[in-house]
């Protein structure tokens, strides 16, 4: 779902990103940069930078295929660089923290966060069993420093200087579980969180994964308020696998190029709330009336779909940890300067009559820039009656966040 301004590429002992992807590795702080003429709009990887220079061999792509790559990149790099009028080069300059990095969607997002080349220290907390996750991870060549925080008196320190709080901690959802059923655990644990968040780095991007997030958002919104220190720009409930599944469901469905397809996702991030927007696919696509359901309803229960194949075992972990660390890595590059960065999000909105809602937003150093309300122009019959039957569920559950917080005193 982002976009940036330019494609990249790159190997060696810089970083070793695809085309279209948000995640990359990044072996060491200097080594590559490269040129590139024009923007593609669909892209979500990394900014690329308006040179190209390859210094080492070491990637963990190996040997072999980064010599392939040089040979393929370089030519190309040259005929980009004719009409780049400015440079970007990344910097691993960000510190983020992952509180609940020892739990199923923390430790691979762990992982996958610790490859981008934009994060200087990686602040790992859980109230448990992290100190050995830090230690694996910390084992990995890329530039970030992995630091690992256990229990509440280390909390605060977890936070300290932080830009981004990715919040995935709670319980997982088990067979026959809604979100719902989630609610009296994970509410006191995103109440807990927050007010330390609030306490330690108030000005950070805050990103929550801990389920229901149509509820738990709307506490953070209300521990944050209490506490002085609301900023409802940078407040985020993280909807990205709505879209990550969306467009791969799409691409399936269509015989299409996975890596072009793009569709918004609007609403909340459960059951009917969420809207998968299929008239606003990109490229442009049409569907019969059967595919729209079908694709609706799916994209809808997917993560039952996974609860269920995983036989109590667990939930969406692994797609969960890929979904938000496209975000992260998206609120880095923003932050870092990139001027063309947008991503589906649940938010302090003022779309619809509901005071968050999920929708299309661009991403700057500040947090949300814009609201893209163009995606609610030409919907659908179909869509339009989804949207309004979304509104009561979604509804009841901000209630219930906001009641939640209310009823709780906030720490001192």
Known sequence: ??????????????????????????????????????????????????????????????????????????????????????????????????????????????????????????????????????????????????????????????????????????????????????????????????????????????????????????????????????????????????VVRANTFVAQKKNLKLIDVDVPVIGGHAGITILPLLSKTKPSVSFTDQEVEELTVRIQNAGTEVVEAKAGAGSATLSMAYAAARFVESSLRALDGDGDVYECSFIDSDLTELPFFASRVKLGKNGVEAVISSDFQGLTEYEQKGLEALKPELKASIEKGITFANKQPVAA
């Open 1 to 242: 779902m982002a976009a940036t301004s330019a494609t990249s590429l790159s190997i060696g002992s810089a970083a070793a990103v695809n085309k279209k992807t948000n995640l990359a590795a990044h072996a060491k702080p200097h080594g590559l940069r490269f040129n590139t003429q024009n923007s593609l709009p669909s892209f979500s990887g990394l900014r690329s930078a308006n040179s190209l220079s390859i210094e080492t061999n070491s990637s963990f792509l190996g040997k072999e295929t980064c010599s392939a790559l040089r040979g393929s990149l370089a030519p190309k790099s040259l005929k980009w660089s004719q009409s780049l009028n400015h440079q970007l080069s990344p910097q691993a300059s960000y510190k983020v923290a992952i509180l609940g990095a020892n739990g199923g969607i923390g430790q691979p997002l762990s992982l996958l966060i610790k490859m981008s080349p934009l994060v200087s220290a990686l602040h790992l907390y859980d109230i448990a069993n992290v100190k050995g996750v830090a230690a694996d991870l910390s084992h990995c060549n890329t530039p970030s420093q992995v630091i690992d925080f256990t229990g509440p008196a280390e909390l605060g320190n977890s936070l300290k200087g932080v830009n981004v709080v990715v919040i995935p901690a709670g319980v997982p959802r088990k067979p026959g579980m809604t979100r719902d059923d989630l609610f009296n655990i994970n509410a006191g644990i995103v109440k807990t969180l927050v007010e330390a968040v609030a306490d330690n780095c108030p000005d950070a991007f805050i990103q929550i994964i801990s389920n229901p997030v149509n509820s738990t958002v709307p506490i953070a919104a209300e521990v944050l308020k209490k506490k002085g220190v609301y900023n409802p720009k940078k407040l985020f409930g993280v909807t990205t696998l709505d």
